[in-house]
């Protein structure tokens, strides 16, 4: 559990506020909207001690949580802190880019739903995140909450994203400015108890009508009363100054201490959080949690971080007077603080925060160092965003005195997904002509990487051939360490699968699996992610071809390897779940694929990997062509050859099945495109043009599955129109018989009727791997029967629904689909709630009155 978070000493109890924001839990959502210092963090903290069988989550927010990463990291730990129902966030997909990403919203409200209490999660000071899609994302989040999770944003500023048409729908409660205002009662009171002495009416009316009832203008009143035997004399000189009540009150506070104290809080002031540790260290303090004991017990404006026993920040408009006060004195003190500071952070361990000191110290030579003794953990953890925004701030200038810090900028950049601004950055680099040999070599082999990220395959290709060519060279070089991912091993794996990959783009599947087999085969560096990463595009480049049996081995070793490794989550799978979904849409079960596509596409979302997302799309339009699902929509870039042609195949298709064939290309070489050009021809009814047509391809040799049984469905079709009835058989047996090991049930979808016909007519029993064909391809031509359903199941859901007479528990199920338990959970409530049934057995019978599972059907995995 967390350490709970305690009101200062001197607080005064507002019933009457804590009685709204009680109210306030009716709603998804309560906002406190009001200026620094009105009083809303203790009246948060009040509240949030009296609530009985409440879990209350607080979150302090900082301008370092601008990272989605880092505020990614932090909100779930604190969840996690909470209670057991949340561990499963740990593998929830986080998105490498500005946001949270779909995959999480979606985890966080599902894990809310499995905490068997109510909760309240609090984000204080919201106003300090400026990354407006974090704050997007956090309003999606209370869009999708369950009955018994509640957020409190508290903020300086309106949070207009959301508001309107939340105050709508929930009507949440609001306290904003005049709501914390004191009055002249509970004034007197805060006062009496900052002066430890009685404090008369008139005082007290005073103060209120000079600050309006603002907080910390009665603090810092009560403050300065304390120092003053006068309290008339006080409150005469406050309302004869021309100041700010701020700046005067504050000055009197500041200077009523003793120098000591005075030299140590200005010191003190350039630290984001105070402890009894960092207090000894930066500002000279013999008993660092004295210290701070005193200032709070003082009401010296520090306030407790919550979940951290000793831990403190000052109230920040104090900690602003107190910098100003800092700089106005010694300009030079700051800096030199924050470098006292960061070394201690650094040793002990806290490399983050130290790196955070330095940067803010402008000390960029000291930063670079540390980051780049950053090692594997910044990828396999998913923190390529936050080590690039630390290499962002320093001076562009300053980066380029250290080529190889600039470089490690642009990998991380590409690896976080801003992929033209990693690009730009290393060539700019590398048409310097003083770069080292060295440093050229791990340029050009992560400039291959972004084959992933952007179109043009064959450039990356290019660089990618340079890097293998300067690695394979006599002459040994010593290469720079950037996240030891450096060594040559690594680099030239990375590089011979950048290059595969690029050819798989272009649509030459059968030279990509050469390379990606030759890569693995050699691969001395071990490194796993990237051997995932690996894998899973050489799963994609066989099933492509219709090797489907090697492409679920491969597919599948990925995966596991990922579940092993902890990295299910990380981006690495992404092929992977993308070569599942295929292999299920190759044999004629695109439902069995739902999840392993939308896990897929998420990965490869979650660092905007453009030409996987192509592919994903790809996949979608074959499952569904009217795009209805959200991997249905096509990214910005071009898209790679290979899926160009595939969906250029997908219109000609549906051309085709309307009676509306399209016009022949001028292609010479096999590909789907080719394949609906003869198959308009038949559907024309021009037999011998498409065998004119056929013949004139340059056909790959070795044909692979796919690829045969292609032609010879078109062959078969060619004979049947031309009367050559045994002809066409023995070319419908072929196909059979080369399609069965494989499972291979979309080429005959593909044909369409007049193929499934003639297979239907095929003399022999109807059994065996032709009756799989036409119970998978009838049960596609239709769409399940969900007219009765006010909303209609999702293709995750019908999936999901499949398994269900199975009886596999939803972990074993979670299991099986290599997503998270947490993800099962939500789309079986989601299932339940559209079929309107209270369980597994309600919920099957309901499938089978709808006739959206057979009765004996239990799921395959594809």
């Not at 949440?172 to 002066?195: G, H, M």
């Not at 200077?255 to 002031?269: F, G, N, V």
């Not at 065998?691 to 692979?704: E, I, T, V």
Request: net charge negative; glycine share 6%.
């Amino acid at each position: 559990m967390p350490v709970p978070r305690s009101a200062p000493p001197h607080a005064v109890d507002r019933p009457d506020l804590r009685v709204r924001l009680d109210v306030g839990m009716d709603a998804p959502l309560t906002l406190l909207v009001a200026p620094a210092g009105s009083g809303k963090s203790v009246l948060l903290t009040q509240w949030a001690a009296a609530l009985d069988d409440v879990l209350v989550g607080w979150l302090d927010l900082s301008g370092a949580d601008d990272d989605a990463v880092y505020f990614a990291r932090r909100l779930i730990g604190e969840l996690q802190s909470l209670s057991e129902g949340f561990a499963e966030l740990a593998h929830a997909p986080r998105a490498a880019s500005a946001g949270l990403g779909d995959a999480l919203i979606e985890a966080l409200a599902a894990s809310f739903a499995d905490v068997p209490a109510e909760v309240v999660v609090i984000f204080d000071d919201l106003h300090r995140i400026s990354n407006r899609e974090i704050v997007a994302d956090l309003w999606r989040v209370v869009e999708r909450l369950p009955a018994n999770a509640h957020f409190v944003f508290s903020s300086r500023i309106d949070l207009s994203l959301g508001r309107a048409r939340h105050r709508l729908e929930y009507a949440p409660v609001e306290l904003r400015q005049s709501d914390l205002a004191f009055d002249d009662a509970e004034a007197a009171k805060l006062l009496s108890r900052i002066t430890r002495r009685s404090i008369d009416d008139d005082t007290a009316t005073a103060v209120v009508e000079h600050t309006e009832g603002w907080a910390a203008g009665v603090q810092l009143s009560g403050l300065g009363l304390r120092f003053r035997t006068d309290a008339r004399q006080f409150m005469d000189a406050l309302a004869d100054s021309d100041r700010l009540v701020i700046d005067y009150l504050s000055e009197e506070v500041l200077d009523a201490q003793t120098s000591q104290r005075r030299q140590a809080l200005l010191e003190l002031s350039v630290l984001d959080e105070l402890t009894p540790g960092i207090v000894e260290a930066v500002a000279g303090v013999d008993d660092g949690a004295a210290f701070l004991g005193e200032l709070e017990k003082e009401s010296l404006f520090v306030v407790p971080v919550g979940g951290r026993t000793g831990a403190f920040r000052f109230h920040h408009l104090f900690r602003d007077l107190l910098r100003y006060r800092l700089r106005a004195t010694d300009a030079a003190a700051e800096a030199s603080l924050l470098k006292t500071a960061a070394d201690w952070y650094a040793a002990r361990g806290e490399v983050g925060t130290a790196i955070e000191a330095l940067l803010a110290g402008s000390h960029w030579s000291a930063a670079m160092d540390l980051i780049l003794g950053r090692g594997r953990e910044v990828y396999e953890r998913g923190e390529t965003a936050t080590v690039a925004r630390w290499l962002a701030e320093v001076p562009r200038e300053q980066r380029r005195t250290r080529k190889d810090a600039e470089l490690l900028y642009a990998i991380l950049e590409g690896m976080s997904g801003r992929a033209v601004l990693a690009e730009t950055t290393a060539r700019e680099l590398m048409a310097d002509p003083d770069l080292s040999l060295e440093l050229q070599i791990v340029g050009n082999s992560y400039l291959a990487g972004l084959v992933q990220f952007l179109p043009h395959p064959r450039v990356y290709i290019i660089d990618g051939a340079r890097a293998i060519e300067l690695l394979a060279a006599e002459r040994p070089v010593a290469l720079p360490n950037l996240l030891n991912l450096t060594q040559p091993a690594t680099l030239e794996t990375f590089a011979r699968v950048s290059v595969a990959r690029g050819h798989l783009l272009l649509g030459d599947s059968r030279k990509a699996r050469t390379l990606l087999r030759e890569a693995l085969d050699g691969d001395r560096s071990a490194y796993a992610p990237y051997r995932i990463h690996a894998l899973g595009t050489l799963a994609i480049a066989e099933a492509w071809d219709g090797y489907l049996r090697r492409a679920t081995d491969f597919a599948d070793e990925a995966l596991e390897m990922s579940r092993q490794l902890d990295l299910l989550t990380h981006a690495a799978p992404a092929d992977a779940y993308l070569a599942r979904s295929l292999i299920a849409i190759k044999r004629g079960e695109p439902e069995a694929g739902a999840f392993s596509l939308h896990e897929g596409y998420v990965r490869a979302a979650a660092n905007a990997r453009a030409q996987l997302m192509w592919i994903a799309h790809a996949e979608a339009r074959l499952v569904d062509p009217t795009g209805t699902e959200s991997t249905a929509l096509a990214p910005s870039t071009p898209p790679p050859p290979l899926v160009a042609d595939a969906l250029e195949a997908i219109a000609r298709r549906q051309q085709r099945e309307a009676g509306r064939p399209a016009k022949p290309t001028n292609a010479r070489t096999w590909s789907r495109v080719a394949y609906e050009d003869v198959a308009s021809m038949l559907a024309s009814g021009d037999p011998a043009a498409a065998r004119a047509r056929l013949a004139s391809f340059d056909l790959p040799d070795p044909m692979p599955p796919s690829v045969f049984v292609d032609v010879q469905l078109l062959g078969a079709w060619i004979a049947d129109l031309e009367h050559r009835i045994p002809d066409s058989r023995d070319c419908l047996r072929r196909a059979l018989e080369a399609a069965q090991p494989e499972e291979l049930v979309q080429p005959f979808r593909r044909a369409g009727t007049p193929v499934l016909q003639l297979l239907r007519e095929l003399p022999g029993a109807l059994e065996g791997f032709r009756r799989v064909i036409l119970e998978r391809t009838g049960i596609a031509s239709q769409r399940p029967h969900m007219e009765a359903l006010i909303e209609p199941l999702t293709a995750r859901e019908l999936e999901l629904l499949a398994y269900l007479p199975s009886r596999l528990t939803n972990a074993e199920l979670a299991a099986r689909c290599f997503v998270s338990l947490n993800t099962v959970k939500t789309h079986m409530a989601h299932i339940y709630r559209k079929l309107d049934a209270n369980g597994r057995d309600a919920a099957i019978a309901r499938a089978r009155e709808l006739g959206l599972i057979d009765e004996a059907e239990i799921a395959r995995i594809g």
